[in-house]
């Protein structure tokens, strides 16, 4: 049987509500995993298909095919990949910014960001801020990134944290270039069987029809499992695009050569899955 990685964050909710309802049916074992996780499988031949980490596609391109017309980006602020900070993106040169272990493409941004927009250099130092006491975060910066981050800032706004400055990537980006940023991308193994990667790129693509039209229903269920209100929860999965199209491919090529300028990435041409 086919084994199909997923992210448990929210956002990826829209994508695979109705496989979880039994609505759209993948023959498939679902594997559950953070970003990082789910890239370490791949790697290593142990899921057949899953969502990973734009990076970890341009990093080893020549193992994957792209799902087409299927990832996780954003046109603007994606909300839950965010920088809090106790002073000034471009004051916290030298100091202590604990960056996610979780997620590749983040923290790839991130230090792009430092180094062409803010035009500084911090600490950068590997934590696990999504595991943590988010009210006892004491580092000058922290990137954080998925459902904890929307938490982090609804706690930000309660005046429950010590930061008083807040970063949202996606709408960095956006102003830096003018591109959508792609965050995450779905690949298939290419020893996966050709046929099954397939089934399992339809079964997704249906179950994500499902899910941007039920938004309000996903919201809703969300909202009851992290303590924000409904109304937050629909606009954040309402800000998300689950689409590759040519905008967004233009977006996801620009990260890439900026990558590949900086030393990050080598060559990472986009190669899809196709019948043929």
Known sequence: ??????????????????IDRGLVRVQAELVVGVPTALNAQMAAGRLDVSVISAV?????AERYLLLPDLAISCDGPVQSVLLFATREAEALGGARVVVSRSSMTSVALLRLLFREVWRTTPQFEPGDSE????TSLTAPGHLVIGDAALTLSSLMRRGLTPFTHVYDLGAMWRAWTGLP???AVWVA???????????????????????VSHLPLLAAEASARMGLSAAECEAYLSGLDYRLGVSHLQGLTDFYRRLAEGG????AP??????A
């Open 1 to 18: 049987m086919m084994r199909v990685g997923r992210i448990p964050y929210v956002n990826c909710a829209p994508v695979y509500g109705a």
């Open 56 to 60: 970890e596609y341009a990093r080893d």
């Open 131 to 134: 595991t943590e006491d988010l």
């Open 181 to 183: 940023f792609v965050f």
């Open 189 to 211: 193994s290419r020893t996966a069987p050709v046929a099954d990667a397939l089934a399992v790129h339809s079964a997704l693509l249906d179950s994500r029809a499902w899910g």
């Open 264 to 267: 990050s990435i080598g060559a």
């Open 270 to 275: 986009l190669r899809f899955l196709t019948a």
